[in-house]
């Protein structure tokens, strides 16, 4: 069982107001603001001081959902996703799905319009940055080891990258696939959180 804040989204697109300008009205920071997006705890102050800022109540903000009926896998993650292990580059999630077994490992670092990232034979995801200044695409370059992610048999293992890189290379190849691959071999799917939002498992 969680609370979802969509209901809060919704409401802002119909009244055209920003999630910054709403958060500066009701006097939250940026983190506060995070947690909503990802339906985490948040404070009953919080939510009063929504209420206040957007004049509305409780009802049209928030709604208790159950997980164990999330609608898609995006939504399970988001609600019930449980933490093993957590290093400085990845975080890694297991999760329960319609009788389906998922090993997530979610980035750490956000890429960007400028970032790709790299799935290589030797079973590592990098990050490569392409460094601007001035406007001007330098041709200087930083690679980053994001992770290595574990990969087991018995459940559907994914690896998320959040943000959203200019190009996700090196899938189908080796144990790295696509998300919408259709062949027969087994592997790690990689793909954006962007893009996580749409699969279907």
């Known amino acids: 069982m969680y609370i979802c804040y969509d209901k809060l989204w919704k409401l802002l697109l119909e009244r055209n107001i920003r999630k910054t300008e709403m958060s500066e009205v009701a006097g939250l920071n940026s983190r506060t603001l995070a947690k ?4 985490e705890t948040v404070t009953t102050d919080t939510i009063a001081r929504i209420c206040k800022a957007l004049r509305c109540d409780v009802g049209d903000i928030m709604e208790y959902r159950d997980a164990e009926k999330a609608a898609t896998l ?15 580059t990845c975080v890694s999630y297991a999760l329960l799905f319609r009788g389906k077994k998922y090993l997530i490992h979610q980035s750490v670092t956000k890429a960007t319009k400028d970032s790709t990232i790299r799935c290589k034979e030797n079973g590592t995801v990098v990050w490569e940055q392409t460094y601007r200044f ?25 690896v998320l ?12 190849e080796g144990v790295f696939l696509s998300p919408d691959y259709k062949g027969e071999k087994r592997g790690v799917c990689v793909l954006s959180t962007a893009a996580f939002k749409l699969y279907g498992g």
């Open 134 to 158: 001035d406007g001007a695409s330098a041709p200087t370059k930083t690679e980053e080891v994001l992770l290595r992610p574990s990969y087991r048999s018995d459940c559907t293992t994914l």
């Open 36 to 39: 909503l997006s990802k339906n």
């Open 161 to 172: 990258i959040q943000g959203k890189p200019s190009k996700i290379t090196g899938l189908n």
């Open 74 to 88: 995006y939504e399970a993650f988001q609600s019930s996703a449980k933490v093993l292990a957590r290093t400085p």
